[in-house]
């Protein structure tokens, strides 16, 4: 087990807590995305480009800090 979490920081380039709090801030994006696109299901009028938006800047980011694009999670 430990193996496989220390393979994963080298291979994100991070160190334990510095991949935790970033881990933390995306997953509290993801819950807000889901809250608007959530609201948005209901009234199409609210937020209607917020969810889309904040995907694909999160994915921008992704894939701008990709070390190894080879790698597939």
């Known amino acids: 087990m ?3 979490i220390k ?3 080298e291979v994100a380039n991070k160190g334990y807590f510095e991949h935790m709090f970033f881990a933390m ?3 509290l994006k993801c819950l807000w995305s889901f809250v608007t696109a959530f609201v948005h299901a ?3 009028a ?3 480009y917020s969810t889309s ?3 694909k800047r999160m994915n921008d980011r ?3 800090n990709r070390i190894n694009p ?3 999670e």
């Open 2 to 4: 430990f193996n496989k």
């Open 46 to 48: 609210w937020f209607e």
């Open 42 to 44: 209901i009234n199409p």
């Open 62 to 64: 992704f894939q701008k």
């Open 70 to 72: 080879e790698i597939k």
């Open 25 to 27: 801030k995306i997953g």
């Open 7 to 9: 393979k994963h920081l």
């Open 53 to 55: 938006k904040r995907i």
